[in-house]
């Protein structure tokens, strides 16, 4: 399974916005394609949209036939340009960045190599991606145990990323070495990704899942339905604060509540380590629409009352049992353990 494609030198990318009902593939082909499919979540996740946002950067600079100097200026505006889509997942400028520092690095080869420079950046980003994935879910699978029922919030899975996911990439390697363990995955008002896209990799995956509203999680605590909690990362602070999709914190403070732990899987490159803390991270505001209506449709509020969108919050670094990371598990103190590995 994949949500995105580049073959024979073109971009396709799986719409999510259409699942669970509708696979379409689309194709990307120019920078305002890019952009929306990443504005209107068709392409969402923070590791996904750091790899599929690098490719459209190809995709729309690959046949431009002006000069050197003219294709320097476009692909730094082009770069801004993307980076300001959406702004709390990380992955996003990091990709972007990569790409301007290999084309800073090359400057002086020819246009033809360059943009066969970007290209490879671009594979190499996507594969690097696949094994963050892997070794995620290798250093995730020593905090699971047989019989375990796990539950996740958003997509954080093949979904939201060139590989397995993050906190899905653990969840399918104890599904493979454990066979039993159980998943819940909450619905995620208002895009519904949990229910929609979380609830339709697993099952396709054969990984035993069951969707819950959001406002059911504190009582599956409570009657011990649930023992371990991991959600993925958009962007986590030096000092170890994580910004996920919204809902995240309330289920954080639910575990502290019920001594469950609380575990936050993510790669490097999700790391932010210039921003101190969590306050500091740009939470992105969506359209009150979202919250109007169900998947943008139909209408579940009186039409002229308003609604309040922010798409992701902050939960303190205190309320994070656990950090799983490509590059091993970390525990508190985060502030230390962070700068020791990024
Ligand atoms: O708005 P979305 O769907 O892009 O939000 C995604 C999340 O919040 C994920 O949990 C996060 O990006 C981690 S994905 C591996």
């Known amino acids: 399974m994949q949500s ?5 030198n073109r971009l396709f990318y799986l719409d999510q916005t259409k699942l669970p009902l509708k696979e379409i593939w689309l194709e990307c082909t120019s920078l305002k394609e890019g952009f929306m499919a990443i504005k209107k979540l068709s392409v969402r996740g923070a590791p996904l949209i750091g790899v599929f946002s690098a490719y459209c950067i ?3 600079l690959k046949d431009l036939p002006s000069n ?13 340009h993307l980076k300001s889509c959406r702004p709390t997942a990380v992955n996003l400028s990091w990709a972007l960045n990569r790409i301007d520092e290999i084309v800073i690095k090359n400057k002086d080869k020819s246009l033809i190599r360059i943009k066969k420079i970007i290209l490879k950046e671009a594979i190499t980003i996507h594969k690097e991606d696949i094994i963050l994935c892997r070794k995620i879910g290798e250093y995730g699978v020593k905090l699971v145990n047989k019989g375990d ?5 958003c997509n954080a899975g093949i979904l939201a990323a060139g590989g397995e ?5 653990v969840i399918y390697k104890a599904n493979r070495v454990y066979k039993d363990i159980m998943v819940f995955a909450d619905e995620t008002r208002p895009l519904l990704q949990g229910a929609r896209l979380t609830a339709w990799e697993l099952a396709k995956n054969k990984v035993p899942v069951t969707v819950i509203c959001d406002n059911m999680a504190a009582f599956l605590m409570q009657k011990g339905q649930i023992n371990k909690i991991i959600v993925g990362a958009d962007r ?4 170890g604060d994580v910004a996920n999709k ?9 575990a502290k509540y019920h001594k469950i732990p609380f575990y936050v899987a993510a790669p490097f490159s999700t790391f932010d380590v210039t921003l101190e803390k969590g306050e500091y991270i740009p939470i992105e505001q969506r359209h009150e629409n979202e919250v109007h209506k169900i998947i943008n449709k139909v209408l579940i509020t009186p039409a002229d009352v308003k609604a309040y969108n922010p798409a992701f919050d902050v939960t303190p670094n205190e309320l994070v049992t656990a950090i799983i990371t490509d590059r091993g598990i970390l525990y508190p103190p ?9």
Do not use: M, P, R
């Open 334 to 342: 985060f502030k230390y353990n962070i700068s020791k590995i990024i």
């Open 4 to 8: 995105i494609n580049f073959k024979n």
């Open 236 to 239: 986590i602070a030096a000092n």
């Open 165 to 169: 996911g993050t906190a899905l990439a």
């Open 246 to 254: 919204i809902g995240t914190y309330s289920l954080a403070v639910l």
């Open 58 to 60: 190809y995709i729309h």
């Open 68 to 80: 050197k100097e003219k294709f320097l200026k476009k692909l730094k505006e082009s770069l801004e």
């Open 149 to 153: 029922k796990i539950l996740t919030h």
